[in-house]
């Protein structure tokens, strides 16, 4: 678990490479926009060109470990989604070891604050907000998710969410031995900082979605989640995309990889069903 942990501040930023891949055409991105005042809390949001609003919203946490990561990586994830019609947003957030747990969850529920307060000036429905991440981001959406006091910060409530999609994510992977991790979640064996600790009633629809060939974050913790989920009664869809790793199920994402799993029409159904 140590070495999963530990790759994950490597192994999640593939896009930085590719982007030159993604078509620039058939949409708009408006950069940098600030939901707080640090330099890391800023948002970009892609916004169909011909589609007619108001459209769902789909707000995206990368990974990194919680430890890197840039919202300008992930041109290929705003394309993939605001061409089906949807309004994207890819935020930053603070990283370690400027803030620990549960600094990054904070900024996740501030820029979903953002998009609840501004998703109508770019066409987006801000009753049709979605939150999705990546590993590291999963954790941070998953727990937003499971822990409505985020959000209540924000002076929201959990309503805000229609839906949630995680994909390889972290949520529940105690005991920690790395010193990083530890120091970052505040002890070895900090129970209140795992999002499947947080569920205590019915949460939001979510879609868990994960690669059998993941090596870097077992796929248990989807199936602990979900069973978690299960149990208080919540919708919960599972899917694990068979041969597929912790980078290949991001990268089926971006044009010309995306018959390596049906993850992007995936997501599409679960949000236009929802």
Known sequence: MAAGAAALASACSPFAAINLLVPKSGYAVHRALAFGSD????????VPTNAKGPMPVLLFLYGGGWQGGSRTDYLAFGQAFSSAGMVVAVADYRLYPQVKFPGFVQDAAGALAFLHD????????????????????????????????????????????????????????????????????????NLESMPTNHVNGVRQPMLLATGTADTTVDQGNTDRMADKLRSFGSEVKV????????????????????????????????????
């Open 39 to 46: 330099p890391r809390q800023k948002l970009d949001i892609y």
């Open 239 to 274: 899917i694990k995309y068979h041969g597929t790793g912790h980078v290949g199920i991001i990268l089926s994402l971006v044009p010309g990889f995306r018959k390596m799993t049906s993850l992007r029409q995936d997501m599409i159904d679960f949000i236009r069903s929802h």
């Open 118 to 189: 501004h998703a109508a000036q770019y066409g987006g429905d801000p009753n049709r907000i979605f939150v999705s991440g990546h590993s590291a981001g999963a954790y941070n959406a998953v727990m937003l998710a499971s822990e409505p006091k985020f959000i209540e910060a924000k002076g929201g409530r959990l309503g805000w969410i229609r839906g949630v999609i995680g994909l390889c994510g972290p949520y529940d992977f105690l005991p920690m031995s790395d010193p990083v991790y530890v120091e970052m979640f505040h002890g070895t064996n």
